[in-house]
């Protein structure tokens, strides 16, 4: 079993910059590949960005690259989601994911891009 716990949502303007946080605890972090997804009203979820078991890789939807940043600590047991130049169509909840034979949710964190 494995535990995710995001936090680091809040409200911020347009153009400004939040970094997300998902620690995780219970099982081996390292072995599991971990994503962000977010859903916003009356959306499905998308997958905003992956990063490899080693950390040795990432993946972005085309509306996030060049503004977001996944990375993790495997000591720390966290992923995080480095989030640049918000607009409001990045407001949403997003989520913490980790998959590996298993996957498992957190409970999301509530971002909102508003003047």
């Known amino acids: 079993q494995l535990q995710l716990v995001e936090s680091g949502g809040g409200l911020v303007q347009p153009g400004g910059s939040l970094r997300l946080s998902c620690a995780a605890s219970?099982?081996?972090?390292?072995?599991?590949?971990m994503s962000w997804y977010r859903q916003a009203p009356g959306k499905e979820r998308e997958l905003v960005a992956t990063?490899?078991?080693?950390?040795?890789?990432?993946t972005y939807a085309d509306s996030v690259k060049g503004r977001f940043t996944i990375s993790r600590d495997n000591v720390k047991r966290t992923v995080y989601l480095q989030m640049n130049s918000l607009q409001p169509e990045d407001t949403a909840v997003y989520y913490c994911?980790?998959?590996?034979?298993?996957?498992?949710w957190g409970q999301g964190t509530q971002v909102t891009v508003s003047s």
């Open positions: 994911n980790a998959r590996s034979m298993l996957i498992y």
């Open positions: 219970g099982s081996t972090f390292s072995g599991y590949h």
């Open positions: 990063i490899t078991s080693t950390g040795g890789s990432t």
